[in-house]
């Protein structure tokens, strides 16, 4: 049967309609109309005071990571990575761990609006199995690094292990492969050439780390004479599909480059600021031509997953940067979550509510103390929504969360997860 969501306002093919109905046949959207034509053969879900949109797509998180949330915190990247994210991965990850982890991330982000992560992690199947089990969608990246660890030896053994996830999860209907060389500090300029030509053969996404800190700049600079950006375009990183995190410490040319060669970014403004990595030269690089997304990083470091608060952050951000405050409008923002990450990540029928693109969507409650008086309801997601402005969300058609309740995952059990492996590494 034909189900037409009604709502005051729909945020369809990316202008704002009032008093519709989206119509929804199995998995994917048919249209939008003002009225429903054929009322025995349709089932009608109406959301009054409420605004539908496009379902949130997070383009870089580490989601496994939700267990060391607040482990350590109020440290420079480096420290907090070798002294304790580094140590604590060692001792606690396994398939148990990163599975039940990911199930909680999954219900976080459910809770804010999210129907898709581009995650780069380890135990990159039983990521993808949490995300099957709970009919979410995951961008799941296999890991490469230089060095061994207890995944694989050397970047021969994880990009091998990346052709064997890929030919697990070719068929899945919520599953897609990246591959994830980690940053240029942690993977050679050889490696990163066999993960180019992994990556076009296959046609999938690359996902790495790029200019985050100024210790990375140097770093880069003194073992190849060059900065990583300069590098990166030396080994043809800028040629292929890649999404690239973080890009904070940019030159002007730097930025003409991106920008000409219309590079994805995934903007983490909250895990930069708690980190102190940096102001990132967004407002610039979207005005000379790059494809800019928004992701939360892990919740390690930023420390939620929530991205209706990554979208009002970039939005205030750049306007006091640039000490402008037509920068970055509500609707541009909403957008860098939808339809540019749909884009950067080659999710086709994603992104935008339109006819033939599946149903991915979430109800945001417009009758909430802080969303009244309506007078933008675009305008109010990015500004005044938190999560608990978002009611309902649906994947493929499937309804994931009702009235904040989620569907397909036991909340309670979910806190006894955390709270058992809490008390483990604790």
């Known amino acids: 049967m034909i189900k037409a969501y009604y709502a005051d306002y729909i945020y369809y093919d990316a202008k704002l309609q009032k008093n519709k109905y989206l119509f ?13 034509d054929n009322p025995d053969k349709t089932q009608i879900i109406s959301f009054s005071n409420s605004a539908i949109f496009p379902g949130l797509i997070n383009t870089h ?7 060391f949330r607040g482990l350590a915190d109020d440290l420079p990247l480096m420290d907090w990575l070798q002294k304790y994210i580094w140590p604590a991965e060692g001792k606690w990850l396994s398939n148990e761990f ?75 209907r919520f599953i897609k492969t990246a591959l994830c060389p980690h940053a240029p500090y942690t993977v050679n300029p050889d490696n990163y050439k066999k ?12 996902h790495t780390h790029l200019a985050e800190t100024e210790w990375e700049i140097e770093e880069i600079k003194s073992k190849y004479g060059k900065p990583p950006v300069q590098l990166f375009d030396e080994i043809g990183m800028f040629d292929t599909d890649a999404v690239f995190a973080h890009c904070t410490h940019l030159t002007e040319e730097e930025i003409k480059l ?21 102001f990132a030269p967004m407002s610039q690089l979207c005005d000379a031509g790059a494809n800019i997304t928004i992701g939360t990083d892990g919740a390690a470091s ?3 997953l929530n991205m209706l ?17 037509t920068v970055f409008d509500a609707e541009s923002v909403l957008n860098m979550a939808t339809k540019n990450a749909a884009k950067s990540l080659k999710l086709e029928n994603m992104g935008e509510l339109k006819a033939g693109n599946y149903a991915d969507f979430f109800v945001m409650n417009l009758d909430d103390i802080n969303t009244l008086p309506v007078y933008n309801p675009v ?48």
């Not at 205030?316 to 402008?324: G, N, Q, V």
């Open 98 to 172: 990163v599975y039940d982890a990911t199930i909680h991330a999954v219900a976080e982000m459910i809770k804010s609006g999210t129907v898709c992560a581009n995650d780069m992690y380890f135990y990159s199947n039983s990521i993808a199995k949490a995300i099957e089990d709970t009919h979410f969608k995951g961008v799941v990246g296999i890991g490469v690094l230089d060095f061994p660890t207890k995944f694989a030896q050397n970047a021969d053994e994880y990009i091998k292990k990346a052709g064997d996830f890929l030919a697990e999860f070719e068929n899945s």
């Open 309 to 325: 608060s990554e979208l009002s952050t970039t939005a205030k951000i750049h306007k006091a940067l640039s000490r402008d405050a």
């Open 258 to 278: 991106l920008g000409r060669k219309k590079v994805n970014i995934s903007h983490c403004p909250e895990s930069n600021l708690k980190l102190a990595s940096g």
């Open 24 to 36: 929804v046949e199995d998995e994917k959207i048919i249209g939008l109309k003002d009225k429903i």
């Open 195 to 206: 993960c180019i030509d992994f990556a076009e053969q296959n046609d999938i996404v690359i």
């Open 61 to 67: 998180t580490h989601l496994p990571m939700v267990y």
């Open 379 to 426: 305008s109010h997601l990015i500004y005044s929504a938190n999560p608990e402005n978002i009611t309902d969300l649906f994947i493929n058609g499937r309804q994931l969360m009702e009235n904040r309740k989620l569907t397909f995952i036991d909340e309670q059990e979910i806190k006894n997860k955390a709270r058992y492996w809490q008390n483990k590494i604790s």
């Open 302 to 304: 930023n420390n939620d």
